[in-house]
């Protein structure tokens, strides 16, 4: 018997993961999420990280077992009904921390947002972006003429950050990959690998004229004028992975993807 007694099912709209979840109400105990020590869920990875982000807005944080019922699947296990309570005895914990993002817009309004995957600041129209990036306070870049920019954690590394050729950060590797999307000027610079307690903070320059969007996963604050990315280690959240298909290895084999 796992140790996780108490487990709660959540699943996506998607028909398959909702006839999965059916077969596993018939064949499990559950209860309800605000009861469970663990949660199990059913669907591809953006529905693990809606699941994830009611947790860090709950401000209760559980493990969670994903199944992959979705395409890609990267932070999701195999799809089994059958011995789930062995899976679950087995299961190793892997610890995600979120980026929280602090966007201060034109108007003076403050939206702070956390992020699991990356924050992402992108032009709003056609004239490139002018941003101002400062490290710990250092100003390190000047002048950052762009489509945009973004700071992602080492589980979302292989996401966005990966197709504008960010690097790929191992998990556990207390790094936060900081990565230009298009970059103008300089045209050399192709971003940086800086420890998680770095304090990223990013001025959009001329921000009437070139207005810029900042992106926590997939919440947008439209039209910043200062945005400020940390890790924050007090909303850690857990993820829980077959031995087999331990999300360490699969973010290191992605470097040999062709």
């Known amino acids: 018997m796992s140790d996780f007694a108490r487990r709660a099912l959540v699943a996506s709209n998607t028909p398959p993961a909702q006839a999965a979840a059916a077969d596993l109400r018939d064949t499990y105990d559950w209860v309800p999420i605000e009861e469970a020590d663990?949660?199990?869920?059913?669907?591809?990875d953006g529905f693990m990280l809606d699941t994830l982000h009611a947790m860090l807005?709950?401000?209760r944080s559980v493990p969670v077992f994903g199944m992959n019922l979705g395409t890609v699947g990267f932070l999701m296990n195999e799809w089994r009904l059958a011995d789930l309570d062995h899976r679950l005895a087995r299961a190793k914990p892997f610890r995600v921390s979120p980026l929280t993002?602090?966007?201060?817009?034109?108007?003076?309004?403050?939206?702070?947002?956390?992020?699991?995957?990356?924050v992402s600041l992108l032009r709003e129209t056609r004239q490139t972006a002018k941003l101002q990036v400062t490290v710990n306070d250092r100003v390190v870049?000047?002048?950052?003429?762009?489509?945009?920019?973004?700071?992602?954690?080492?589980?979302?590394?292989t996401a966005y950050n990966l197709s504008a050729n960010g690097p790929i950060l191992p998990l556990g590797s207390a790094l936060v990959a900081l990565t230009p999307i298009s970059a103008?000027?300089?045209r050399r610079w192709?971003?940086?690998?800086?420890?998680?307690?770095?304090?990223?903070?990013?001025?959009?320059?001329?921000?009437?004229?070139?207005?810029?969007?900042?992106?926590?996963?997939?919440?947008?604050?439209?039209?910043?004028a200062q945005v400020d990315i940390a890790i924050d280690h007090l909303r850690d959240l857990t993820l829980m992975?077959?031995?087999?298909?331990?999300?360490?290895?699969?973010?290191t084999m992605e470097q040999f993807v062709a």
């Open 190 to 224: 192709r971003g940086a690998i800086l420890p998680e307690k770095a304090r990223i903070g990013i001025t959009v320059l001329d921000s009437e004229k070139r207005p810029v969007s900042a992106v926590a996963d997939q919440r947008e604050v439209r039209d910043v």
């Open 57 to 59: 807005e709950t401000r």
């Open 141 to 157: 870049l000047p002048e950052l003429v762009c489509d945009g920019i973004l700071a992602a954690t080492p589980a979302g590394s």
């Open 101 to 118: 993002m602090t966007a201060t817009t034109i108007a003076g309004e403050t939206r702070v947002l956390p992020a699991i995957n990356e």
């Open 38 to 44: 663990l949660i199990v869920a059913l669907g591809g």
């Open 184 to 186: 103008f000027r300089p």
């Open 241 to 251: 992975f077959d031995p087999e298909h331990a999300l360490d290895d699969r973010i």
